[in-house]
């Protein structure tokens, strides 16, 4: 049974950085490309980012790009998120996401297990 | 990477059927046959409810079906039923590698 938990959530101030991290289980996550996606209080689902299954490339939504960094570690079968120069727009609930096909590109296959999501507020 | 355009609201009795429309454009919804399509609750998870424009995972009813004409992709739900109102999120591959997700609509069943 496939397991994403989020953790690292917290009220940061405007300027500061934070790790976001995803813990997986139940799947082969050697083979998946991951995602990160966001969803501010009453708003839509925002894509974040993308890692390809081995971690050699990472995509970045324009509104983090520069700011953010995704990596994986497959010998611990974790996702991270690096959030530097973190906005009161940042604020949101982050969801990490499991691609549904096993080795392809990120971005292209449906995302078929989410977590349940870490909060994260930014704010003075 | 503009959000793909959705009705805030659709509504239907039980036994009716809605749609709910995502725009896009060729970049993203017109170009690639990658249109998916969750159902959330609040305060839940996302759920995969479409893939690929018009298949359905195991497990979701077949009440639920996906397709798409130029840039815009559909969801139509069949056979209303009360535990099928929440939001309903549209997704497209958008190339370069990245998604897009649209505005998201709530389903009321009334």
């Known amino acids: 049974q496939v397991h994403l938990v989020e953790s690292g959530g917290t009220v940061v101030q405007p300027g500061r950085s934070l790790r976001l991290s995803c813990a997986a289980s139940?799947?082969?996550?050697?083979?998946?490309?991951m995602h990160w996606v966001r969803q501010a209080p009453g708003k839509a689902l925002e894509w974040v980012a993308a890692i390809s299954y081995d971690g050699s490339d990472t995509y970045y939504a324009d509104s983090v790009k520069g700011r953010f960094t995704f990596s994986r570690d497959n010998s611990e079968n974790t996702l991270y998120l690096q959030l530097n120069s973190l906005r009161t727009e940042d604020t949101a609930l982050y969801y990490c996401?499991?691609?549904?096909?096993?080795?392809?590109?990120?971005?292209?296959?449906?995302?078929?297990?989410w977590g349940q999501g870490t909060l994260l507020t930014v704010s003075s | 990477q503009s959000a793909l355009t959705q009705p805030p609201s659709v509504s239907g009795s039980p036994g009716q059927s809605v749609t709910i429309s995502c725009t896009g454009t060729?970049?993203?919804?017109?170009?690639?046959?990658?249109v998916s399509w969750y159902q959330q609750y609040p305060g839940k998870a996302p759920k995969l409810m479409i893939y690929?424009?018009?298949n359905r995972p195991s497990g979701v009813p077949d009440r639920f079906s996906g397709s798409k004409s130029g840039n815009t992709a559909s969801l139509t739900v069949s056979g209303l039923q009360a535990e099928d109102e929440g939001e309903y999120y549209c997704?497209?591959?958008?190339?370069?590698?990245?998604?897009?997700f649209g505005g998201g609509t709530k389903l009321t069943v009334l």
């Open positions: 690929e424009v018009s």
């Open positions: 997704s497209s591959y958008a190339g370069s590698n990245s998604v897009v």
């Open positions: 996401a499991k691609q549904a096909q096993a080795f392809a590109q990120a971005g292209w296959s449906h995302l078929d297990f």
């Open positions: 139940g799947f082969t996550f050697k083979n998946y490309g």
């Open positions: 060729t970049s993203d919804v017109g170009g690639y046959k990658r």
